[in-house]
């Protein structure tokens, strides 16, 4: 019922800022809690943020203050602003679709997510 592309990755120095965006299709996008993970190599994917369809927002605490998500339901699109950039931020990055009841804990657990993107690469140099 949806799919998504991950873009916007690539290679930039510490301090550097890049914004990652995620085309989806479907008839229901705003129905949607949408959500950003990352892995790392050698680590397990990670909780990076989170969105409701009406707008509310949930963070790793390892990126509030530098990283945004946001989404425009028109243009079926999910965006993650992420500024002062760090080594430890490089990661691929995976876009994440859920459909379910309210939940804010379940936002953050990638196993309740259904649907996901293809990743794009993050790299932060020092």
């Known amino acids: 019922q949806v799919h998504l592309v991950e873009s916007g990755g690539g290679l930039v120095q510490a301090g550097d800022s890049l914004r990652l965006s995620c085309a989806a299709s479907?008839?229901?996008?705003?129905?949607?809690?949408m959500g950003w993970f990352r892995q790392a190599p050698g680590k397990e994917r990670e909780f990076v943020a989170a969105i409701w369809g009406g707008g509310t927002t949930t963070y790793a605490d390892s990126v509030k203050g530098r990283f945004t998500i946001s989404r425009d339901n028109a243009k079926k699109t999910v965006y993650l602003q992420m500024n002062s950039l760090k080594p430890e931020d490089t990661a691929v990055y995976y876009c994440a679709a859920r459909w379910g009841p309210f939940s804010p804990s379940a936002n953050t657990r990638g196993s309740e997510y259904g649907y996901w993107g293809q990743g794009t690469q993050v790299t932060v140099s020092s």
């Open positions: 479907g008839r229901t996008f705003s129905g949607y809690a």
